[in-house]
C-alpha cells in the first residue's frame, strides 16, 4: 500500500496488523482535546420535547448540567479540537441537513446548531425508512426468516442471513456440513468486498474525487455477477438458510473465483493510486472525524470504525463462526481514528478478504451443501415425483415450516459495518416468539455527533459517509 503524508509528523503509517485480542491504546490527540459541551439523547425527555413533533423538536435538547450523571452514562467525551466557547448563544443558528440519502445508504436527518461555519452540536433523526423487520418475524417461519433479514442491511445481505441462520441453528442443535460453512465463508467475505467498494466509490465521490464512483461502481458489479450466478438475484438473496445454503455452487464457480482474485485486487490497486497521494482527498481527510478508543467503547462502536481508532477487535477472531477459524488473515488496525485511517482499514480489509477466499478455493470439501436433517431439510426434488411422503413432507416444510425447540439464542458475525447479532426466543413453534437485531449501523449513527462535533460544515459529508452508515440497518 503506498504511503501518504501523516497528519502532524511526516509519514504517515499504513494501517497496523494486530492480533485481534489485543487492544490499541492510542489517542494522538489527547493533549490537544478538551471535554465539550455536546448534545445527547437521553432517555428521559422533558415535557416540552413530549410535546413537540414525533421527530423532535426544532431546537436542540437543553446541555447536561451534572458532570457525574453524563459519565455514568458514558457520555462524558473528548473533543476532537480545541476552540473557545465564547459566543453568545444568539449567534448560533439550527439548521436542517436533510432528510436526505447521500453519505448514508437511507434517509437521515440531522438537527445541526452552527456556529458561522463551525458545527457546535448535532442531533440525528432516524426512523424516515422503518419497516418493523423485528416485528415481521415473529408472524414469519423460520424458513421464511431469511427473505425477511437479508433486507436489513441491503449491502450486505449474506452477512444478515448468516447470522440469522446460526442463530437458529443454535436453537435446533444440527450440525452444518462442511462445504456448507465453507460456501457461506466464500459469500460472506466476497459480499464484504462488495460493501467496501461501494463505499470507496461514494466516500471518494462525496470528497471530490468523482471518477472513484465508477471505478468502484465497476469492481462491486463483478462481485454481483458472481452473486446473481450462484443465487440468481444481485441483492436480497436469501441464500444462506438455516440448515445451510440454498443451492449448490454452480458449475464453474471456481474458474469465476481465480477470475475475481485477479481482477478485484488489480481494482484495489487502482483505487489507492487514485487517492493514496490525491492532495485534496487527504486534506478532505486527514484528521476529520475524529473517535477515540473510550470513545468507541462508550457508544458500542465496532468494525472498521473501532478498528481505525485502534481496537484491533474482530468477531471472527475473538468470537469464530462457520470454520472460518481455519483460514489465515490478519486483522488491520489504525492509530488516528479519523476518515483517513478508516479508509486504510477498509482497503487492508479488502485484501485480506481475498486472501480467506483464496484459501476456500483451494480447500473447498466435498459434500452436502445443506444438513441431512429430513427436520429441517426438505427432500430432494426427484424424491417429490416419486414418494407421496416426500411430497407431504415438502408441503409441510413449506408451508408450516419446522419447529424449533424452545429457549433464546445469540449469534454475533462480523459484518463490513461491524458487530452484527441477532436475538431469537423460541417457544417451541414454528415461529420466533421474539427477535431483536444488534445493527452495527445504529452505533455508527449514534456516535455521530462524537465525530461532527465542533468540526467544520465542510467536513460534515465526509465524516458521515466514512461510518457507512445503512438506515435499512438503522430502522430495519
Known amino acids: 500500500m503506498s504511503d501518504t503524508p501523516d497528519l502532524v509528523t511526516g509519514d504517515r ?31 428521559e425527555e422533558p415535557e416540552w420535547v413530549r410535546t413537540a413533533t414525533d421527530e423532535g423538536a426544532q431546537e436542540m435538547l437543553p446541555e447536561g448540567d451534572d458532570p457525574a450523571a453524563a459519565i455514568q452514562r458514558g457520555i462524558a467525551v473528548d473533543d476532537d479540537f480545541v476552540d473557545s466557547d465564547d459566543t453568545d448563544a444568539d449567534q448560533r443558528q439550527i439548521i436542517n441537513m436533510g432528510p436526505q440519502h447521500p453519505s448514508t445508504h437511507g434517509v437521515l436527518r440531522l438537527h445541526l446548531e452552527l456556529e458561522g461555519e463551525t458545527i457546535r452540536r448535532v442531533k440525528p433523526i432516524i426512523g424516515y425508512l422503518h419497516t418493523g423487520m423485528e416485528k415481521t418475524a415473529e408472524t414469519l417461519s423460520y424458513m421464511q426468516g431469511a427473505t425477511n433479514v437479508t433486507r436489513m442491511d441491503y449491502l450486505s445481505p449474506f452477512h444478515n442471513e448468516l447470522a440469522y441462520s446460526l442463530a437458529v441453528e443454535q436453537l435446533l442443535r444440527v450440525e452444518i456440513p462442511a462445504r456448507a460453512q465453507a460456501i457461506r465463508i466464500l459469500m460472506t467475505e466476497l459480499n464484504r468486498v462488495a460493501s467496501h467498494l461501494l463505499w470507496v466509490a461514494t466516500q ?56 475475481l482474485l485477479v481482477k478485484l485486487p488489480a481494482g484495489i490497486d487502482r483505487h489507492e493510486a487514485i487517492l493514496n497521494k490525491n492532495p485534496i482527498f487527504l486534506d478532505r481527510t486527514r484528521g476529520v472525524g475524529v473517535i477515540t478508543p473510550e470513545e468507541c467503547r462508550q457508544y458500542g462502536v465496532s468494525g472498521p470504525i473501532a478498528r481505525g481508532s485502534g481496537i484491533a477487535h474482530d468477531l471472527r477472531k475473538a468470537f469464530p463462526y462457520s470454520g472460518i477459524e481455519q483460514y489465515e488473515f490478519d486483522v488491520p488496525v489504525g492509530k488516528h481514528g479519523d476518515v483517513l485511517d478508516r479508509y486504510f482499514v477498509r482497503m487492508e480489509e479488502m485484501r485480506q478478504s481475498l486472501r480467506i477466499v483464496h ?64 436475538y431469537i426466543v423460541s417457544q417451541g413453534g414454528a415461529r420466533p416468539w421474539r427477535l431483536h437485531v444488534r445493527a452495527p449501523s445504529f452505533a455508527a449513527v449514534q456516535a455521530m455527533p462524537v465525530m461532527m462535533t465542533d468540526s467544520l460544515v465542510a467536513d460534515l ?10 438506515l435499512g440497518d438503522v430502522d430495519r
Open 461 to 470: 459529508v465526509a465524516t458521515l459517509a466514512s461510518a457507512d452508515p445503512v
Open 359 to 422: 484459501q476456500v478455493l483451494n480447500t473447498m470439501p466435498a459434500g452436502d451443501y445443506r444438513t441431512e436433517d429430513r427436520k429441517v431439510t426438505p427432500p430432494p426434488r426427484k424424491r417429490i415425483d416419486e414418494s407421496m411422503e416426500a411430497l407431504i413432507h415438502h408441503f409441510k416444510l413449506f408451508t408450516e415450516g419446522f419447529r424449533v425447540p424452545a429457549g433464546e439464542a445469540y449469534q454475533g458475525v462480523e459484518s463490513p459495518r461491524g458487530h452484527l447479532g441477532v
Open 13 to 43: 503509517e499504513t494501517p497496523i496488523i494486530e492480533p485481534p485480542v489485543s487492544v490499541t491504546e492510542v489517542d494522538e490527540g489527547a493533549s490537544r482535546r478538551e471535554v465539550h459541551d455536546m448534545w445527547v439523547a437521553g432517555t
Open 204 to 259: 471518494g465521490m462525496d470528497v471530490g474525487a468523482v471518477s472513484m464512483m465508477l471505478f468502484g461502481w465497476q469492481d462491486r458489479e463483478l462481485c454481483l455477477e458472481f452473486f446473481e450466478k450462484v443465487t440468481g438475484l444481485r441483492m436480497n438473496h436469501n441464500y444462506i438458510r438455516p440448515g445451510g445454503v440454498a443451492a449448490d455452487l454452480p458449475d464453474g464457480w471456481e474458474d469465476d473465483v481465480e477470475s
